[in-house]
Structure formats: C-alpha cells, structure tokens
C-alpha cells in the first residue's frame, strides 16, 4: 500500500526568507500524481502545486515550486519569499492509478514577522 | 459557480442519533468523495463515487453510508453517531479523468457526544 510521510510537524521561517517542507512517499506504482495542498485556519483545502511522475521537470506556481526526486520518492516544497499569508498546514498528498488520494499528517507553517 | 458545498457547517449529535451530511457540486464534474480529518492527521477517504449511481469504499467506511442522488450530490450518512466519528469531514470533486485536479469543499464540523 502506499504511504506519504511528512516528518516536520512543524516549522518556522522569517517573513521574506525561503522555507523547504519535506515529503517522502512509497509505492510500487510507475505512474502517479503528488500534490501539495494549504489549509489556512479556514480549514478550506486549497491546491499549491502539482506534479506528475511522468515529468522530470520540477513544477513551479509562483512563489512555489518542488524538488521532485522520483528514485528516492521524494517531493519537497520550496517556498520562497514567505509571506505572512502563507502561514497554514501544508498536506502532501498521492494519487495513484485507483485515482484515490492518500495524504501525509502535515506541516504546521508558522511565519515570523 | 459555487464550487462545492457542504452543509451544514457545524453539528452536534448526541450517541446513537442520525445525520446526513449534504454535499452539491455545480461543475458538472463525474467523480465525488468524502474524506475525514481528525487531529494530527491528513485527510481519509471515507467513499467514493466515479460516477452517478456507482459508489465504493475508501479506507476508514465502516459506520457510514452514502448516497450519489444525482450527477450534483453525494451525501454521507451516519445511522447511529459514536464520539469515533467526531471529525471534520470534507467533500471534494473532480471531472473524472485520471489526471484532473480535486475540488474541495469548506467542510462540515461534527462533534458527538
């Protein structure tokens, strides 16, 4: 089966400085998607980024972007220039070919002013 | 468009009482889920459906049961409530093919006493 692993619980950075969340997955499958949704307070989940296995290139919205290591069945999230705006729980997530999304426990983001 | 939405917003049962949580999405998407977020934790697919009239298990179904009444609604019932099912529970949307993205709704507050 598969699993997503988010290891910092938590994780602090200072307003304009970058940040890295990590996330490591297992699977045995080939083709798949990974996601990286924000929860603010509002608990509405909102989509960051997203990346398909297939793809090499790191994808990139924005301030955002991801390192994605498909051997080593890791996806971080970079975010750069944080803002105080940026402060909520980030979920890494998967998706594989049963469509069917499985989530890490997440990363409370605090930024410092 | 209003996306998805869920209500209501906030419940309180007591043991052993009944509810329906209601969910309505107006993106003529084919595939709707509901998933559960309890403390600590990510998201957890509770069901599913990939189109009208057809309905699966995710991986935490037991003391649930749904309904997909038409292409819009997809409504999750709970027959006799235990404290266990105390959760936020969110419903979410998606075109229906493989590489399309899910479309959350703000959630539902249950709390069972």
């Known amino acids: 089966a598969q699993t997503v692993t988010q290891s910092q619980p938590e994780m602090s950075v200072q307003e304009a400085e970058t940040v890295t969340l990590s996330c490591t997955y297992d699977t045995s499958e080939s083709d798949y998607y990974l996601f990286w949704y924000k929860q603010p307070p509002s608990r509405q989940m909102i989509l960051v980024i997203r990346?398909?296995?297939?793809?090499?290139q790191n994808a990139t919205e924005n301030r955002f972007s991801v390192n994605f290591q498909k051997a080593a069945k890791s996806f971080s999230l970079k975010i750069s220039d944080s803002q105080l705006g940026d402060a909520a729980m980030y979920f890494c997530?998967?998706?594989?070919?049963?469509?069917?999304?499985?989530f890490g426990k997440g990363t409370r983001l605090h930024i410092l002013p | 468009n209003a996306g998805v939405t869920q209500t209501p917003k906030f419940q309180v049962l007591k043991t052993g009482q009944s509810m329906t949580l209601q969910c309505a999405q107006d993106m003529n998407h084919n595939s709707m889920y509901w998933y559960r977020q309890d403390p600590g934790m990510g998201l957890r697919l509770i069901y599913y459906?990939?189109?009208?009239?057809?309905?699966d298990k995710g991986e935490v179904p037991n003391g649930y049961n749904v309904s997909r009444l038409n292409k819009r609604e997809f409504s999750l019932r709970l027959e006799s409530a235990a404290p266990s099912q105390t959760s936020v529970y969110f419903c979410a949307s998606k075109r229906g093919e493989y590489q399309e993205t899910q479309y959350f709704g703000p959630g539902t507050r249950l709390l069972v006493l």
């Open positions: 459906s990939a189109s009208e009239g057809t309905t």
């Open positions: 997530a998967y998706r594989g070919r049963d469509d069917k999304i499985i």
């Open positions: 990346q398909e296995a297939y793809k090499q």
